[in-house]
């Protein structure tokens, strides 16, 4: 004999509906958004500051994985090539390339926050 009733030996009656409960908050798409802007500024950023360690540090130039980060840098930092031409190559390395990667800190950080507030 099989007992469709869960809790056997106990009277089942008909219980009032459970009380509404607000729908759990879903991220908005915005918030997602941000995120993806501010993880790519950081990684943009970060490709950048690592090549001035890689040259600072004289990195094997002929290391492919030097290379890649070399390769990546120069296109993340085309429009700002040769901004400051200087006699000291460190430095002129620091300049040219840490610019653009304190705007993109700053220009995606300031979109991902107004994306937050919208």
Do not use: K
């Not at 943009?44 to 990195?59: E, H």
């Not at 840098?73 to 390339?97: C, H, K, P």
Request: hydrophobic share 45%.
């Amino acid at each position: 004999m099989s007992n469709p009733d869960p809790v056997s030996g106990y009277s089942t009656y008909q219980q009032p509906p459970a009380p509404e409960r607000p729908a759990a908050r879903r991220p908005d798409n915005g918030r997602r958004l941000a995120l993806t802007v501010c993880t790519i500024a950081d990684t943009a950023a970060g490709l950048l500051v690592l090549w001035v360690l890689l040259y600072l540090l004289d990195a094997n130039q002929a290391n492919v994985f030097v290379d890649f980060v070399h390769g990546t840098a120069d296109w993340l930092a085309g429009w700002s090539q040769d901004i400051f031409t200087m006699d000291t190559e460190g430095l002129r390395v620091v300049l040219n390339y840490g610019l653009p990667a304190v705007l993109y800190l700053l220009i995606g950080h300031g979109i991902a926050s107004r994306l937050n507030r919208a």
